[in-house]
Each structure stands twice: as C-alpha cells, then as structure tokens.
T-cell receptor
Framework: NAGVTQTPKFQVLKTGQSMTLQCAQD?????MSWYRQDPGMGLRLIHY???????DQGEVPNGYNVSRSTTEDFPLRLLSAAPSQTSVYFC?????????????FGEGSRLTVL | AQSVAQPEDQVNVAEGNPLTVKCTYS??????LFWYVQYPNRGLQFLLK??????LVKGSYGFEAEFNKSQTSFHLKKPSALVSDSALYFC????????????FGSGTQLTVLP
C-alpha cells in the first residue's frame, strides 16, 4: 500500500517554463488537494477536488491548474513558472470530502524556479 | 472567516519533561481541529483531531490535546517528552459551517533536549 505518491521529488525550472507535478493515491479517496509550504507561512491550499471531474480553488490558486479525470490521480500544472512559485509542494488525500477526516500526505516535491 | 495561530515558533523542552505546543483558533461556527507533525524532508502525519464530544482527545505517539471552547484553544500536550518527538508541529482548523477548506497554522518547531 503506497499511500500518496508524488513525482518528481526535486525540480529546477527557469522562469516561464511549464511543468506538471504528479500525484497518485491508492486508497480510493474521493478528496485530494495540493498545498504549498513556505517558511513561516505553514501550508496554503492551492486547489482541491472532492471527486473525479470536480475541482475547486483554494487560497492561492493563481498560476496553477488542476484536473481530476480519475479517482487516483490529481496532477498540478504550472503554466508559466515564476520565482514566487519556488516552494515545497504537498499532495494530500482524505476519505472524507467534508473536512472531518485526516489528511494523508505525500513526501513532497521541492521546486526551484530560477 | 477561519484562522489559526501558533504563537510560538520554537519550543524547547528537556527529555522526560511535559511538553505543550499552543494553538488558538477563530471560527464563526463550530470548529474541526487537527494536529499534524512533520519530520525533516517528509510529508505531514496526522496526530489527532477534535470533531465533537470529549474535550480531551488522545492521539498517536502518546500525544493528547484539550479543546477549550471559552479560550478558543486546542493545545497539544505530552506528559513526558522524547528526543524523537523533535519535529515541526502544525495545528489546523476548519469551520463546520463554512465551505472553506482546512486552514493551517504557521507551525511550531519542537526541540527535545537530551
């Protein structure tokens, strides 16, 4: 049982490049989300999904796109990377779309934008 | 609006002593409250949650937290600290009556000194 798997673990981009962070879970969770972690700011929600075909914006969605075509996968796309998007990104899933269940986190993806 | 505050960036405690990591919150309705722990270069791990019921919640690794509605607090405690408890701790809240997703605090670095 792998849980939540994120790839890649590390990535360096140049300003203006695009890329996709992959997230997959094997727990059949309906709820999936993407957070970014910056020093002194905790975790901030980027986008989330309560099921296949359903996505919504979180606190800091600008510059990021998501889609949810299957229950298992929830990729995060950076359309045109900016230095302000340098961060550690975490994908998380939960059995509860109502916000009362624990979140299961991936190991994180460290992104540097030059 | 919902918010959560962790007033201490850093907490140091001697091994074997009791530890407390503080958390206060603000919501309009009833709160759902969570504690997560993050070890270096890892994703967050769930410790415990308060949804309803008994104000004293017991969680993983001997941790517990007390929900205090009048003081809007949800402090994390452990009777006897271990060096292995050294990590970054996050409090999180969601307002039961809101469509908002989980809001995380900025984190408290706990160091247990041998």
């Amino acid at each position: 049982n792998a849980g939540v798997t994120q790839t890649p673990k590390f990535q360096v981009l140049k300003t203006g490049q695009s890329m996709t962070l992959q997230c997959a879970q094997d727990m059949n969770h309906e709820y999936m989300s993407w957070y970014r972690q910056d020093p002194g700011m905790g975790l901030r929600l980027i986008h989330y999904s309560v099921g296949a075909g359903i996505t919504d914006q979180g606190e800091v969605p600008n510059g990021y796109n998501v889609s949810r075509s299957t229950t298992e996968d929830f990729p995060l796309r950076l359309l045109s990377a900016a230095p302000s998007q340098t961060s550690v990104y975490f994908c998380a899933s939960s059995y509860s779309p109502l916000g009362i269940g624990e979140l299961f986190f991936g190991e994180g993806s460290r992104l540097t934008v030059l | 609006a919902q918010s959560v505050a962790q007033p201490e960036d850093q907490v140091n405690v001697a091994e074997g002593n009791p530890l407390t990591v503080k958390c206060t919150y603000s919501v309009s309705g009833n709160p759902y409250l969570f504690w997560y722990v993050q070890y270096p270069n890892r994703g967050l791990q769930f410790l415990l949650k308060y949804i309803t019921g008994d104000n004293l919640v017991k969680g993983s690794y001997g941790f517990e937290a007390e929900f205090n509605k009048s003081q809007t607090s949800f402090h994390l405690k452990k009777p006897s600290a271990l060096v292995s408890d050294s990590a970054l701790y996050f409090c999180a809240v969601r307002d039961e009556g809101s469509a908002r997703q989980l809001t995380f605090g900025s984190g408290t670095q706990l160091t247990v000194l041998p």
